[in-house]
Every structure is written in C-alpha cells, then in structure tokens.
C-alpha cells in the first residue's frame, strides 16, 4: 500500500473521529445544530456536485427534487403514516420526480439546461406556494415528531447529529464509490468530449440520466433530513435563493471534488447562521468571499489550498536542494 | 463480402450540397484511401458514415446490415471506429486512461457504479497491450495534457484499435505531424492486420499512396474518380482537381 493512500486512509479517520466528537466538544446545542445543518446540507451538495462537477450540467432546480422529499414525508407524517413509509414514499415521489426533470432537461446542455432546470424547480415552488389545500401555502407543514430508528430517539441536537453524520458518512462514501467507478468514468468523459464518448459506443444521454437520478437521490434524502431536522417545511426551501445556495456551495468548495461541496456547505450555513449573529450585512459579507473565492481560487477552495500547498511545497523542496557547483571559471 | 456500402449518400447544410449521392462499396480487409481538395466533403461523408450526421437520403450498410438510422454508439458496439482530424482526446487524464475509456465503451462495465475502475486489471492489461502495439506503452502513466502531437495522434490510432474494429476510418492520421512521425504512423498502419478494413482520408500522398488498395476521389461532395492507385493518378480529372496541373 503506497505512502499517499495510507495517509488519505489517515486522514480520513481522523476527520471520521473528528466530526464524531463535535456534539461533545461544542456542547452548546445551538453549534450543534449548526453542525447537523452543514452535514444536510453537505449531502445535497454532493447530490449536485455529480450534475455540476462530474457531469458538466450546471441545475438550478435542484432545490425542487430537496423539497419535492421534504414536503411527501411532512404530508405522510401529518397524515399519520409511519415514519418508514413516509421516508420511503418521499425517496420515490423525489425520483419520480427527478426522472421528469431529467428526461425534460437533458434534452440539451449549457445555458439551455440551466434554463430548463431553472423552470422546472420554480414550478414545483409554484406549486408548493400555491396549492394551499396540498401544501398549506405560505404557512407550511409543522411535523409532529422526529424518528427513533432502533428505539433511538432523535428529539435532541446530540443525537439528531449523530443520525445525520451517519447518513452523510454514507452519501460520502457512496459518492467516493460513484466517482472512482467505471460508469464515474464515463459520466466524466461524457463531460468532457461527449461526441468522442458516442463514437467510443457510450450512450451520453443515458449516462447523464442515471447520474441525474443519483444526484436527484441524495438531494432527496437531504429534504427528508431538512424535514426532519426543522420539524417544518415551507415555499422558502424550494426557492431558487435555495438552488443557487446550493450552487454556491459545490462551486466554492470546488466543484468535480469530493471534498468541495462539504467545505462549501459549511462555509455558506455558517456564514449564513453564525456570522449573521454578529454582523447585520452577511449577505454583502458571503458574497464578497464569493467573489474573493472565484478571483483567487475560480476552481474553488479545496482544489485551490490544494494547488497552493502544493506549490508551496515544491518551493520549500527546491530550497532545501544541496547546492551543487557553479561552472568553472 | 463488402465491408462498408454507400448508397447515393447526400447531405446539405441549408442550401449547401455538401455530399452529392456518393457510391462506395469498400471490400473486407481493403484499404481505401479518400482524397480531395479543401471542402471536398471528406469529412463530412465520414461523419454521415458514423451516424455523426444524418444523411437526406441514401443509405449506409455495414457488413451488409443497413445502419442509416442507426445511432453511433450502436454502430461502434458492430465494429466500427474512427480517428478525428481534430485530436478529439481526454485532455486531464492519462494515456492510459483514454485507452480504457475506448475499451470501457463496448464493456458492459461501463454501467457499473459500485466497483473501482482503478482495480479491472483486465482493462489495465487491453490498455498496456493496445499502447504497446503503437509505441507507448513507456509512457502510458503519462497525463495527455504532457504529450506531443505526434503521441496523441498515436493515441488516437490506438484508442480505434483497443476496441478491435472490423472497419477503421481513419481521418487524416499523418495530419501535423514530423517527417519521422509520419513514418512511425505509416509503419503502424501497415501493421493493421488484413481482417481490419481502413477507409482513410489523407492530403498527404507520399505518405498515403501506397497504403492504398483503391482510391477515391471526391470533389464538391460528388464522387468524380475511383479505381486503383495507378488508375487515379494517372487520370487526368485527379490532376486537374487535386493535383492541380
């Protein structure tokens, strides 16, 4: 085993442990919930981040397929399903769903995608918004209670944490697997030269279509934790402002990374929660790290420390070389 | 057995007649060589041959099954491949990867999301094999991006040639490269076996001639000589068309 990969392998323990102890390190159940907050939506991030990064298919409807989960697993709560059936009926109405937007969108790429992708998510808004006998309108959905998977209850920050670091975890490493696959492969090069995929005997259209669904999926799977987590759903999460969060995030953090849209998720949730308590204009604040981020480091922050450190390095290497002979005189 | 059929193939872009019924019927294991001036439509015809481009009437038959309407992932999956006049490779990653991703393409695997691409020795061992019949086995860890033309041009050939075609279209393969590159592309094209069939456009003759079982000639999209090297050298329309004397 080579000295790189026994270091990811360390460094990703610890990172493991790391975030395992926050519950317990910060104590206070605001940061705590702060925290569970970053992992969400972390987990949508990553959902988008397949379309974005690894598929070169930039959504801003994805804040529809997030909400689309959110509101079936409020409204079979509030109806009195159980919460296995809500959960899963919310898994499968968002994929419905996602294979409708896929199938409407993927009919073209670049700014045409976008746009579609833009209309589809405002419907679903509509939609939430005004079907006031469906949705509640404006008021929302109040869900009674949270799960308690195994007799485990979830009612407090702590353990709600715990629950949604356990998911993440799992979408992580499931988005690890994806990538490094062979279909990563080629969703990758239907990315960069789908012409040449075709003519390698690649299906681009479908590839790009069960990449959508796996992304529509974790993007599903993070509205049922923001579900879960608030105890409420309303319009305000389906909003474009929550696409284009969402957009920010995997773009800031670096997009095509494992590792980008989590930073990026931390970076705008903390941002918009913490930062917000002190400082009255966080937008202007959020958006000048915005433009800060794509002036010095326009692949995002992790790629950019990465391509910084490495720099660095290579310049402290040569530093330290023996210093050999000058050419005789 | 004819290996690739034409039929009265045209195409227009807008009111521009592009390709004006071609005829060509390419026996297995024939090298056929397309030559013609700037805008001949030698291009255009490869793209309507891989379904790149649909035609407006005529049709394409491959091994004697019609394919005209047929997509060009599936005509690749019946053995068919082609190189690009614009090196059309994977710029971020390396040889090697580029080469898998060809064998990848007629791979059930490819649909696979659950394995690591890293750990198919067996790709990993088509790809080193494919590298070495073209010379670049050496540098096959090599990303793209650090290569020079002639390799990926190299490449290109080799990425066809993984995926063991029964016909290879070859789009300029000599184009940009050195004196000495050229014959290294020329000595591996000779090295194609008998059972592979090369249908190539090339501008340069010296190199491309006697590759050549039979020739070509298209001229404004239209088909205007064909017949052996001798025959379409010595014809006095090539001379005025493509060699102009």
Redesign the interface.
Known sequence: MSKLVLARGLAALIAVIGLAVVPYAIGEVYYVNIASQVLLYAIFALGLNILVGYAGLVSLGHAGLFGIAAYVAAYLLVAGSGHVLAIAAALLASLLATAGFAALSLRSTGITFIMITLALGEIIWGLAYRWISLTNGDNGITVPARPAPFGIALGSARAFYVATLIVFLIAIVASGIFVRSPFGAALRGARDQPRRMSALGYHVWMIRFWAFMFSGLLSAIAGVLFVYYNQFISPQALALTASAESLLMVISGGAGTLLGPVVGAALVVIVKNVVSAYVERWNFMLGAIFVAIVVFMPEGLVPGIARLTGALWRSRGKANLPMTAGPQQ | MSALVVDRLTKSFGGLRVTRNVNLDVQQGERRLIIGPNGAGKTTLFNLI?G?LAPDDGSVRLFGRDITRM???KR??LGM??T?QII?????DTIE?NV???L????P??????????R?NHLVVAARDALRRVGLEHIAERPLAETSYGERRRVEIA?ALA?NPKLVLLDEPFAGLSIDERQDVRKLLIAIPREVTIVMIEHDMDVALDLADRITLLHFGEVIVEGTRAGVVADSRTREVYLGE
């Open positions: 891989t790149e997509p060009t992932r690749t999956h491949a082609r690009y059309t490779l994977f710029a971020q990867h898998t991703l060809a990848l393409g007629l791979s695997l490819r649909w696979n999301p659950a394995v690591a691409l890293g198919q990425m995926q």
